[in-house]
């Protein structure tokens, strides 16, 4: 097929492991793929061309923050997400959800969507599964996400499974309205979100309520929201297997590079997280051995690379002593070197975990990168 819609094949399986790629009008999807966020139609301290050259197959935009500045009909009328901001490859675009419910001090949720105040400006809005969804194609993205409602893991057995049943009421008016979209529905795809907390049968009245529906890939929702490392595999180790084995697996919002790492022997496809470019502006390094502090003054004269075993521009022209010295002085640059790092140091985590799943050692894979990488706490 040329230029397919949407087209995910499983080259190799390890375990519960998979890698292949899915193949869209605007490029192929290597997986497992680590997505940059650019929340703001921009991957914070980065041109476009550069997390590219990062080995970046895709990036994520958010809804939410695009609705409220600069408006997603702006972004219509200036050609769309891609042509704004000079991306030529695949974006996706995340609900709205989890930001209306984290951001917004005053929200109100019903079965017409919710109903909040932007955090910029006070002013009123509602988003309901239909407007998400036309938000997301106003922007032109290539993987649409299904409007949900994300509850806390800390909240009762109750609430949780409220909104789990809602978030499948809205899954269902999220893909009426994708199918309503025409020509852009012709070269966009959608993803339904599996929710359900902790629990193994919510989660499976979720996957089966997705099924029902039918998506073109499937996400784990409602992790990586405090419940720590050991509940989130403990759930990983069943959720994923509930969902439609053919179809990518996306698990939102993750993670630590050693989360991903477990993730991706627990059959998981597909992953974001601001971490690395958090962590960069931060002074945060991800290396083999750990992450590390460059503010910490031990550095202030290490006239090593931030990880001897990267292959990075950055870690093969700067010393640890000059991104110190760039962190502590407050230059812009430092925050620049830091966030290309850290995303070169995810992406060839992806290449490893998808050359080790092609040939078979995974496990040993897996095992020597925990050994390395928790050596420094």
């Known amino acids: 097929m040329e230029n397919p819609r949407f087209e995910f094949a499983i080259q190799a399986v390890d375990g519960k492991a998979r890698t292949g790629s899915i193949r869209m009008k605007r490029g192929e999807i290597r997986t497992p793929a680590f997505m940059p966020v650019g929340t703001a139609a921009t991957v914070k301290a980065m041109k476009p061309t550069d997390v590219r050259a990062t080995g970046a197959d895709i990036i994520l935009g958010n809804t939410y923050h695009l609705m409220l500045r600069p408006g997603a009909e702006r972004v219509a009328r200036l050609g769309g997400l891609h042509e704004f901001m000079r991306w030529e490859r695949p974006i996706l675009t995340d609900s709205g959800g989890y930001q209306v419910m984290s951001l917004s001090a005053l929200t109100k949720c019903s079965e017409e969507g919710v109903s909040f105040k932007s955090h910029l400006d006070g002013s009123s809005h ?31 057995a109750k609430e949780q499974e409220e909104a789990m049943l809602r978030s ?9 309205a994708f199918d ?12 339904g979100i599996q929710q359900g907390a902790l629990d193994e049968r919510l989660r499976k009245l979720s996957a089966d309520a997705l099924l029902d529906i039918g998506f073109d890939g499937y996400a784990v929702g409602g992790l990586a929201v405090g419940e720590g490392q050991e509940a989130m595999f403990a759930t990983l180790d069943f959720a994923p297997g509930q969902l439609d084995e053919a179809k990518p697996r996306y698990l939102m919002g993750v993670g630590k590079p050693d989360d991903i790492v477990g993730a991706v022997e627990r059959g998981i496809d597909m992953f974001d997280c601001v971490l690395p470019t958090r962590s960069g502006r931060n002074g945060q390094a991800f290396t083999r051995e750990g992450p590390i502090n460059l503010r910490n003054a031990r550095f202030a004269e290490d006239q090593g690379p931030l990880d001897p075993a990267c292959g990075c521009p950055v870690c093969g022209q700067y010393s640890r002593a000059y991104i110190h010295h760039l962190i502590r002085a407050g230059e812009i640059l430092g925050a620049m070197l830091m966030t290309e790092h850290n995303l070169s140091f995810y992406q060839a985590l992806m290449a490893d975990l998808r050359a080790a799943i092609v040939e078979g050692r995974l496990k040993a894979f897996a095992d020597g990168f925990r050994a390395a990488y928790y050596r420094t706490g």
């Open 126 to 156: 509602m988003l309901s599964p239909e407007r998400s969804i036309e938000i997301q194609r106003l922007l032109d993205s290539d993987i649409i996400m299904a409007f949900d409602e994300l509850v806390p893991t800390t909240t009762t």
């Open 180 to 191: 309503a979209g025409g020509e852009h529905a012709d070269r966009a795809a959608v993803f």
């Open 168 to 176: 499948m009421r809205w899954a269902r008016r999220s893909r009426a």
